[in-house]
C-alpha cells in the first residue's frame, strides 16, 4: 500500500471519527434536553405540589383556627350560662326562702298578707321559667339555622301587650300602639313574639310610677336602601345612662343584674333582630334627659 492510499485511508477513518463523534455528540445532547425538560417538568410540579401543600395547610389552619374560635365560644357562653344561673337562680331561691322563712314563724292565722306571699312565690317561678325559656332560645339561635317567612307585626303586637297585662295584673299598665295601618307584613318568624314581650318586660319592670306608660310608634323607614318597618317602644321609666345603653345588649355585660335585669332578655332581643337582618338600639324618650324615659327603636326588614 503506497503513501497516497495510506493518506486516504487516513482521511476515512478520521472522517468516520468526526462523524461517530458528532452522532454522539447529538445523541448525547439530546438526552441532556430531555433530562433537561424532565428537570424542568419535575421542579414544575415539585413546586406545585409545594403551593397545593402550603394551600391545604393553610385551610388547615384556618379551620383549625375556625374551630378554636368556635369551641371557645361555645365555652365561654357555657360559662356565662353558668355564671347566669348562678346569680339568677340563687336569687329567686333567696327570694322564695325568705318568704318560707316568715311563713314558718307565724301562725297560719296571723298572717294578713297570705295572698302577696303568694304572689311573690308565683313571681319567682315565672321569673324561672322565663329565665330556663330565654337561656333555650338564645342557645338555639346561637346553634342552629335560621329562617324567615312573613309575619304580620300587629296581630303579634296586640298578643304581646296582652301577655304584659296578664303577667302584671298588680301594675296598671296603659299600652297603646300608635300607627296608620294595621297590617304591616315583615320578613321574620315566631320569635318576633320574644321580641316585643322582652321589650315590654322591661318596660313594666323598670318602672317605679304608679302607672306604667308605653306607647308604641310603628312607622316605614328606609336606610342604605332597605325598606324597614320601625317600631318605637316609649316607655316612662327610669331610663337608661348613656354609659349603659350599648352594654344592655351584650350577654357578657351581667353587671348588678338585681338593679338591670336586661342583660338576657335584651341580648336574645338583638340576636334575633340581627338575624332578621335588622337593628336595634336605645335613646332617650326626651333628649338629653335620660330619667324621663327610654324610647327602644326597632328596624325589621318590610316584606
Partial sequence: MDILHIFQLDIWVRALFLIIIGISVSILSEQISKKEISLKESERRLKNFNIELEQKVAERTKELKKSEKKYREAYNRANFYKDLFTHDMNNILQNVQLSIEFLSQKELKEIENLDELIGIFEKQVKRGARLILNVRKLSEIEESQFSVKLIEVYDVLEKAIEYINKSFQDRQIY?????????????????????????????????????????????????????????????????????????????????DRRSTGMGLGLSLVKKIIEKYNGHIWVQDKVQGDYKKGSNFVILIPLA
Fill in 175 to 255: 299600652a297603646k300602639i300608635e300607627s296608620s295601618s294595621k297590617e304591616y307584613y315583615v320578613k321574620a318568624n315566631e320569635l318576633l313574639t320574644v321580641i316585643f314581650e322582652n321589650i315590654l318586660i322591661n318596660a313594666v319592670k323598670h318602672n317605679e310610677n304608679p302607672s306604667v306608660e308605653i306607647l308604641i310608634k310603628i312607622s316605614e323607614y328606609q336606610k342604605n336602601g332597605i325598606n324597614y318597618l320601625k317600631l318605637e317602644f316609649i316607655d316612662n321609666g327610669r331610663g337608661i345612662n348613656d354609659e349603659v345603653k350599648e352594654k344592655i345588649f351584650v350577654t357578657s355585660y351581667i353587671k
